[in-house]
């Protein structure tokens, strides 16, 4: 059987099935990560789209269900060059394959993906279909419906549908929850926070009636302006004296309810290395990012927030410091760190942010 990549400006890859053997429509995108498939997979961010592994062989460390960022995979298809037949590593519990057919998550490999990741890069990020019809080399029906699908309402589909409460004997940390990876909550915990998880659309009051030590805004998929409920919920935290840490979607919803614009990059950041400078003492962290639209650094009033972090590579805004106010945001994953510990010390930021301290 055969699969095909239909790209909406009418290329197509041909290649073979993978994962569930059904039809799909999302957005394709591309991730660098020579490893971390299983964590790629689990990333709620990653919801509404499909991903595209550029490394080309992915697959041969099986799957490990302990290092799932959330209970399910969330992409709506996976691409990738060659999955690997065979599987090897001592905490294996099964193929990547069985995997994708366990969640219904459909796919194809085989395709020349070093060429898709190019023509992303040159024209941006598209839409696509993947399908095993026959398209006998007329793919310009399908074309209409392609350029058709938008991501939209996804933080709704991955967040919490009910508040629940990691128990720990040190500061209280209310975490928004719009799509969370595990080890946010994760890292709090393990530096005795107690992390009580809130649901996407949960009112300030609410979270502020907590009377927590220190607010947490978690990663999340979608067009952050799309999220204009939760923006308004998010000023009324930042009028609170509470400290706040927040991270990707959470930094840009904060963006924009201090006043400051996004906008969409060409094909996004997605990967395990992408290099972040420090502006405050200059150095240089590899860091994982899962992200297609940024703070537009032209948008911020200078009295409200300064840049604390800048991408090295295209010099996009990747945090802010909140001026007057206890709030630190960041556009990469401090909780994922690839090296493995990079920004992990940004946790430790926030805990001293809750003892009065902004700075570490």
């Known amino acids: 059987m055969r699969a095909y990549l239909i790209l909406e400006d009418g290329t197509v890859f041909s290649g073979k099935p993978i994962g569930a ?3 799909v429509i999302s957005e394709i995108v591309f991730n660098t990560s020579m490893t971390g498939y299983v964590e790629v997979l689990t990333d709620p961010s990653y919801a509404g789209q499909a991903v595209m592994m550029t490394y080309p062989l992915i697959g041969n460390y099986g799957v490990s269900r302990k290092d799932m ?3 399910r995979p969330h992409p709506d298809a996976f691409i990738v060059r060659e999955l690997s037949r065979t599987h090897s590593n001592f905490r294996s519990e099964g193929s990547i394959q069985d995997f994708l057919e366990e969640y219904n998550i459909p796919g194809i490999c085989g395709i020349d993906t070093r ?7 040159e024209k941006g990020t598209m839409n696509g279909m993947i399908t095993t019809s026959d398209m006998k080399g007329k793919p310009e029906g399908a074309i209409p419906k392609i350029k058709q699908y938008k991501v939209g309402k996804v933080v709704e589909k991955v967040s919490t549908m009910e508040k629940y409460t990691l128990k720990g004997s040190g500061k209280k940390v209310a975490l928004l929850d719009l799509g969370a990876k595990k080890n946010i909550a994760r890292s709090l915990n393990e530096r005795g926070c107690e992390v009580t998880v809130f649901p996407y659309d949960t009112p300030a009051s609410d979270i502020l009636e907590a009377a927590p030590d220190g607010i947490m805004l978690s990663n999340g998929p979608g067009d952050p302006k799309e999220c204009s409920g939760i923006i308004k919920e998010i000023r009324k935290l930042y009028e609170s004296d509470i400290p706040i840490f927040a991270i990707c979607l959470g930094h840009q919803l904060m963006a ?3 006043g400051a614009d996004t906008k969409k990059l060409k094909y996004g950041h997605r990967g395990g290395n ?3 400078k420090d502006l405050e003492t200059g150095k240089v962290y590899i860091t994982s990012q899962n992200h297609g639209y940024v703070v537009d650094e032209a948008s ?3 009295k409200v927030a300064v840049p604390a972090f800048i991408n090295v590579n295209d010099k996009t805004n990747e945090g802010l410091r909140y001026v007057g106010k206890n709030i630190l945001t960041v556009q990469f994953h401090p909780e994922a760190s690839p090296g493995p510990v990079d920004t ?3 946790f430790d930021v926030f805990m001293n942010m809750m003892g009065g301290k902004i700075n570490a």
């Open 274 to 276: 992408h290099p972040v």
């Open 69 to 71: 960022e959330s209970l």
């Open 344 to 346: 992990g010390y940004l």
């Open 21 to 23: 053997k059904r039809d």
């Open 115 to 121: 060429a898709l990741t190019k023509l992303l890069r």
């Open 256 to 258: 924009l309810a201090a």
């Open 300 to 302: 911020l009033d200078p």
